[in-house]
Structure formats: structure tokens, C-alpha cells
């Protein structure tokens, strides 16, 4: 199946500082990536969709200029968290879309952020 | 949109007991049903998926049954082991490159 890289698989940051969220598909190209966002014990909570070469679609009540997402190749999308805050803290998942002709959607390990 | 409703939100079982988990959806229109897998501090794993043209799907301990009628599917985990304990969402999928809807989860603990 596909392979989905996700780095850091943690990181601890001070409030005002930013942070950068990796997401590579190791063995296809993934022209739409969606990233996620889940507080303890909660489902998934979409964010954005983003999609190689375009700007990303974001969903109702996500700040955009906050979670910069950029898919500017069809391996690496990014999510940065600008200006960090402790209410930022959260866990933060990518995955696939349907790129590879079957119905596959692969997550990403996730990122566990802390901001202190 | 879609809304996919998951039940229970906790399952305790026996280990060997089988495991029952259910989901409802909304939209007649979703035709692609994945199940995952969440352990703690990971990300989500595909387990089994089913397609709306497929009623049944089965792969060693675990089974996917789809009644597109009744807008229902559920997974099934027989002889459970210590190591399926974990976090199981449902999700569905309306057309292709479009985001996964979730059900909220089943924390699924079993009790060797």
C-alpha cells in the first residue's frame, strides 16, 4: 500500500513561534493531500484540503493565514502553525487522497504538538 | 453533506469474543466504507474497506458487512486478542479525491 511520511512525530514549541508539519508520499504522487487535526479521545477534524500547485481549500472556522499549507510538489505537503498558541496544542494528521486509481486513503503517523 | 453515526463509543470484550462495532450514513450517494485503526499516539491504519457493490468482505479475523438499503454497515472481529484494543473509526466516502467523513469512534478494549 501506499507509504505516507510525517515528520516530526513530536515537537514542543514556545507560544509566538512557528511550526512546520512534513508530509511526504513515499511512493506515489499524491496531487491532494488532506490534513486533520484531533484533540484526545475525538475523531478527526478536517482542516484544509490541499492540492498540488493550488492554493488549499480550508473548512469552516480554520484560520488560514495561521495554518500555512503548502503542496508544492506532488511528494511534499506542509502545514505550518504560525504564531503558535497553547491552544494550538493538538495532534495533527495528513493523508492521501485517491491518487492511485483505488480507493486508498493513507494517514501519516501524526504530529503531536505542544505549545508552552 | 454526509454524516456517519458510530456506535458504541466503548466496547469491552473477553478475549476470544468477537467484536461488533456499527455505523450509519446519510448519503445514498457514498459508495467506498474504510474502517481504522488508531492505537495511542499514532495515526489512523486502514483495516478493511468496502466498496457499495460489494456486501460482505472478509480478511482472517475481521469482516465488513455493507446493507446499502438500510444505510448501514458494520465490522466484525472475531477470536479478539489483547492487541485489538484500540480506536476503530468508520468513515465514508462520497466521490473519489474527496475528504473521508468519520464516525466519532469506538475505543475497543479487550480483557485477556
Known amino acids: 500500500g501506499a507509504v505516507v511520511s510525517q515528520h516530526p512525530s513530536w515537537v514542543i514549541c514556545k507560544s509566538g513561534t512557528s511550526v512546520k508539519i512534513e508530509c511526504r508520499s513515499l511512493d506515489f504522487q499524491a496531487t ?23 492554493k488549499a481549500t480550508y473548512e469552516q472556522g480554520v484560520e488560514k493565514d495561521k495554518f500555512l499549507i503548502n503542496h508544492a510538489s506532488l511528494t511534499l505537503s506542509t502545514l505550518t502553525v504560525t504564531s503558535a498558541h497553547p491552544e494550538d496544542s493538538s495532534f495533527y494528521i495528513c493523508s492521501t487522497g485517491a491518487d492511485r486509481g483505488s480507493l486508498g486513503y493513507t494517514f501519516g503517523s501524526g504530529t503531536r504538538l505542544t505549545v508552552v | 453533506g454526509e454524516n456517519v453515526e458510530q456506535h458504541p463509543s466503548t466496547l469491552s470484550v473477553q478475549e476470544g469474543d468477537s467484536a461488533v462495532i456499527k455505523c450509519t450514513y446519510s448519503d445514498s450517494a457514498s459508495n467506498y466504507f474504510p474502517w481504522y485503526k488508531q492505537e495511542l ?12 457493490n460489494v456486501g460482505e468482505k472478509k480478511d482472517q479475523r475481521i469482516a465488513v458487512t455493507l446493507n446499502k438499503t438500510a444505510k448501514h454497515f458494520s465490522l466484525h472481529i472475531t477470536e479478539t486478542q489483547p492487541e485489538d484494543s484500540a480506536v476503530y473509526f468508520c468513515a465514508a466516502l462520497v466521490s473519489g479525491n474527496t475528504p473521508l467523513v468519520f464516525g466519532k469512534g469506538t475505543r475497543l478494549s479487550v480483557i485477556a
Open chain 1, 32 to 54: 491532494t493531500m488532506f490534513w486533520y487535526r484531533q484533540f484526545p479521545k475525538q475523531s478527526l477534524m478536517l482542516m484544509a484540503t490541499s492540492n498540488e500547485g493550488s
Open chain 2, 41 to 52: 499516539g499514532k495515526g489512523p491504519q486502514l483495516i478493511i474497506d468496502i466498496r457499495s
